[in-house]
């Protein structure tokens, strides 16, 4: 075994704090980096939360105006459970909670509580992308139904006979 000098050692101790610094360092950019991530995606999935929530809102009236063109008997019940108002506004407050707790406690939450509220988040978010799919079905539906009304209508609607006019001799006028 060669012969190690006490300055050998020195270095080799030296390489090792400064290899352990150097890790520890690493490890705190690392989960510093992975907290700011964190809380990057947690804002960000609110705030495309907010405008799946404000589509969701506009489609909902793009589905009352369609109800509205059908007989109010048939459309009653299904226009007093389409309300986009309270419905979103539930929702949006909602997202205002989430956005007071990020503000409250972001800084200061544990990762685990920061992967929590995004995984609710994204939760949401998919839950929402999957009514308004839903709601796009009911649309195409309700259009269809609509059209499929109106034709049946003009079709069975008694047809009147237009009126001739006569002129002032008594005689019929010609069709313009």
Do not use: F
Not at 29 to 34: A, D, E, K, L
Not at 94 to 99: E, I, K, M, S, T
Not at 134 to 153: M, N, P, S
């Amino acid at each position: 075994m060669p012969d190690v000098s006490p300055y050998d050692l020195a270095i080799l101790g030296a390489v090792l704090v400064i290899l352990a610094v150097v890790g520890a360092l690493w490890r705190n950019w690392w989960r510093s980096n992975r907290r700011e991530r964190s809380l990057r995606d947690l804002l960000d999935g609110v705030d495309s939360l907010e405008r799946q929530l404000h589509d969701c809102r506009e489609r909902m009236k793009r589905l009352q105006s369609l109800l509205g063109q059908l007989p109010s008997d048939m459309t009653r019940p299904a226009m007093g459970a389409l309300d986009p108002d309270s419905q979103v506004k539930i929702a949006l407050r909602d997202v205002l909670a989430h956005r007071l707790w990020i503000q409250q406690y972001g800084a200061n939450a544990t990762q685990g509580q920061l992967d929590d509220a995004r995984k609710a988040i994204q939760k949401s978010s998919e839950q929402l992308t999957h009514q308004l799919s839903r709601l796009d079905d009911v649309g195409r539906e309700l259009q269809e139904a609509g059209e499929g009304l109106r034709a049946a209508y003009q079709r069975s609607a008694p047809r009147v006979p237009t009126p001739v006019r006569r002129k002032a001799n008594g005689h019929a006028a010609p069709d313009a």
